[in-house]
């Protein structure tokens, strides 16, 4: 009897196992990830910051105002995860419906639009193409495909948006700002009537006290900041770190009180980008000190509502051998999250102004950290828009562009700013030697309205400079030296980065003869920008045409571009490490770039878990939680301690360690060249808009190892390092035939499709 249940409970077993195997087969069996103009959560709704139990398609029947993801477009863009875990799976057709009602989209009925089965291999950015779409008026749609593997897939959920009640052809939409209700770490009594609750991290956000008071006479202060001193807030950090004080007059009885914060003058001019009134003014704070209240505070009598855009914690991971990165990777990752309180790019809360430089590191390290992409559009076309002074971040729009493009697929941010764009690269300060200057008389009206600028742009190379911002004349700023003149190294580079990008947007949107003439531009121009400014017998780049000076910039920059000849790669990268981190934390971006570039990749994460003053993890040692705006407080005085440009490996780690970048439009092509260094193992999950890449890797000397998911949809051109040795290599268990990588220490094991690999390199010693 013993015998026969065993068997019986095996037998259950494997039926259970083989159900949860179909069942997981069968949930994958539908579209997931359904984006509408690039947001996925479209059917929520929100009030005052705070998700709602009613569905966008019921919000008439609200009483109180909500806020929602405004769909923006007539013709908005669709795009999906095509389901499948079989290897090689793609998509050779989809089925797209759009209806007015649920009832309709339920029983699979496009009312509005019926796409019919259209082959393609399409699944991201697929435009609307039925009659435009009315304001103020809730949709619903869903999608199902048809792969190789699978053939023809379940319907997916039901996907519900509601237009704004203004609509254009084209418009980018974005999510309202939203709160999460946050509790202490810890609560300590510092002194008879005296508390600090620690909230573990930075916040922008607004805090909440439920108090006790037994008359109607008590006063209590209330403290808010960032930096600790003797075990209480600082009253006078410096610089912008934040302070401030708040005197709170208690009710009788116990009641809960919300601290209004006061309006900053500086973060509130008519540049600043303003938070919306159904969230409120936010100030960041870590510590909250409540002085003159005698009675104990329980953990729950003390909250924030932390303020920021919605964000997704658990979409990226990653973990590796050295804990300093690991640390790094949280800072940088939370900084992502905190700082988009705005809902669109700004500078950290001086300001709060956008800046392109903030903008394009804003931009990568959200797509390294969430599946997002409608913040980094909205804040690019604002730029667009709104443009600031420095050249070099006049040229940067291009490149933010671009990537836009590369990670979403979608092209239509490229089509409505394409002239404006033109106008970025600018061509219209080209001297007759063929190098742009700023300061030889070219900047006319004419060319300041094509770049939507009143006065005139000036070169920054890196920020601050020697002698402002509290920096004294003897004291170095951040741009190592750098001696500016007409004819600027760093400017001209970007520049032909800005000629070469606007190359292949022209070429996307078919238009051949710009796509030749700024092909053609940028190949001439790098060949006069190496005779100009390479220092042949010193071998390295000048700061300027009539400059003997060298500096880190001059050289990281064209490094990072590709425009180093490869005779003159090896000079060049010495003389970058000889000049270590002479860099600000925006600088970090191009010199990581740089080196990544160069595969320079120890030297690259010396320079990541470093630990001196000028590294990330100066940033957690001195205290803060979000990363700095610059290295340290001596490096810029009037620094803040919540700005996002500081947070460069949380796209480096993404997008050069670990190696994942896409090299086609929506990733439907992926490289993975992964750059370890001396890291002996590393994981992660990089999100795409097609789904998670994951990596999983060992770097042993005898024997490396790379366990890789691609995700269904997608190919991926995969490299190893270059080993010592002879060696094989396998890829799941069958000997693979490599090639060595041309000009670089790496093997191309070559393209592959989506699914699972384990991919061996065995190292024979050399003896």
């Known amino acids: 009897m013993i015998k026969i249940c065993s068997l019986l409970n095996r037998f259950t077993q494997i039926l259970l196992f083989v159900f949860s195997i179909l069942s997981f087969q069968a949930a994958a069996q539908k579209p997931t990830g359904l984006l509408t103009d690039l947001l996925e959560h479209t059917e929520q709704t929100w009030q005052n910051g705070y998700a709602t139990n009613v569905p966008v398609w019921q919000i008439q029947t609200a009483i109180e105002s909500l806020q929602y993801a405004q769909i923006n477009s007539t013709h908005p863009s669709f795009s999906w995860i095509v389901p499948g875990i079989a290897p090689n799976t793609r998509q050779t057709a989809y089925h797209l419906i759009v209806s007015d009602n649920y009832a309709d989209a339920a029983a699979k009925k496009g009312t509005v639009w019926d796409s019919r089965l259209t082959e393609s291999y399409q699944s991201t950015a697929v435009p609307y193409c039925g009659t435009a779409l009315q304001p103020s008026k809730s949709y619903f749609w869903r999608v199902k495909t048809v792969t190789n593997t699978d053939g023809e897939s379940e319907w997916s959920d039901i996907k519900v948006f509601r237009t704004a009640p203004s609509l254009s052809q084209y418009a980018t939409s974005f999510y309202p700002q939203v709160k999460s209700l946050e509790y202490p770490v810890s609560i300590t009594s510092l002194s008879k009537g005296c508390h600090i609750a620690d909230f573990g991290k930075d916040a922008f956000a607004q805090p909440i006290l439920t108090l006790s008071s037994a008359l109607d006479e008590d006063t209590v202060v209330v403290h808010l900041g960032e930096l600790l001193s003797e075990n209480h807030i600082n009253r006078t950090p410096g610089g912008t770190i934040r302070y401030q004080r708040y005197s709170l007059p208690l009710l009788k009885g116990t009641h809960t009180y919300r601290i209004k914060i006061a309006k900053d003058n500086r973060n509130t001019g008519s540049t600043a980008v303003l938070m919306p009134s159904y969230i409120g003014e936010v100030v960041p704070f870590r510590y909250c000190e409540i002085e003159g209240y005698n009675a104990s505070l329980s953990t729950g009598a003390v909250a924030r509502e932390h303020v920021h855009y919605p964000f997704d914690e658990t979409a990226s991971s990653f973990q590796c051998s050295n804990d300093t990165l690991n640390q790094i990777w949280e800072l940088c990752k939370y900084s992502i999250k905190a ?429």
């Open 339 to 767: 700082t988009s309180f705005a809902g669109i790019y700004i500078d950290g809360d001086r300001e709060r102004i956008p800046y392109e430089a903030d903008a394009l590191i804003n931009q990568l390290c959200h797509y390294g950290v969430d599946r997002e992409y409608a913040m980094a559009r909205r804040s690019h076309e604002h730029l667009l828009q709104h443009p600031t002074w420095p050249t070099e971040w006049i040229l940067q729009a291009v490149l933010i562009a671009w990537n836009d493009y590369l990670y979403t697929g979608d092209n239509r941010s490229l089509k409505v700013n394409y002239e404006t764009l033109k106008a970025r690269t600018l061509m219209s300060l080209r001297e007759k030697n063929g190098l742009i200057s700023t300061t030889t008389g070219l900047q006319t009206p004419d060319f300041r309205t094509s770049i939507r600028f009143k006065d005139k742009i000036r070169d920054i190379v890196d920020w601050p400079h020697t002698g402002i911002l509290g920096l004294n004349k003897q004291e170095g700023g951040e741009a190592d030296g750098f001696v500016f003149s007409d004819y600027n190294t760093v400017t001209n580079a970007y520049h032909y980065e800005a000629l070469k990008l606007m190359s292949q947007i022209a070429r996307v949107l078919n238009l051949q003869e710009d796509a030749n003439l700024y092909s053609r531009q940028s190949e001439q121009f790098k060949k006069l920008f190496n005779r100009t400014f390479f220092n042949t017998k010193k071998g390295y780049y000048r700061d300027g045409q009539f400059v003997d000076h060298a500096s880190l910039h001059a050289n990281m920059f064209p490094l990072a571009f590709g425009m180093v000849p490869d005779n003159k790669k090896r000079q060049v990268i010495d003389f970058i490490q000889s000049r270590g981190m002479a860099c600000s934390v925006y600088g970090s971006q191009f010199l990581m770039d740089a080196l990544y570039e160069a595969s320079a990749a120890d030297y690259a994460l010396h320079l990541m878990t470093k630990t001196d003053d000028r590294s990330w993890y100066n940033m957690i040692r001195v205290g803060s939680t979000i990363t700095l705006e610059a290295w340290d407080n001596k490096y810029k005085p009037n620094q803040d301690w919540n700005h996002a440009w500081g947070a460069v490996p949380a796209n480096i780690i993404p997008r050069k360690l670990m190696g994942v970048e896409p090299l086609s439009p929506g990733y439907s092509l992926a490289r993975i060249k992964p750059q370890l260094g001396s890291l002996s193992w590393a994981e992660a999950t990089i999100l795409t808009i097609k789904g998670e890449i994951r990596l999983a890797i060992e770097n042993k000397k005898e024997e490396y190892s790379m366990k890789i998911t691609v995700p269904a949809n997608m190919d991926a051109e995969v490299y190893l390092p270059l080993p010592k040795g002879r060696f094989e290599v396998n890829n799941n268990g069958t000997i693979i035939k490599t090639t060595r990588a041309k000009g670089e220490p790496f093997l191309y094991i070559g393209r592959i499709p989506s699914g699972s690999y384990t991919i061996m390199m065995r190292v024979e010693s050399r003896k």
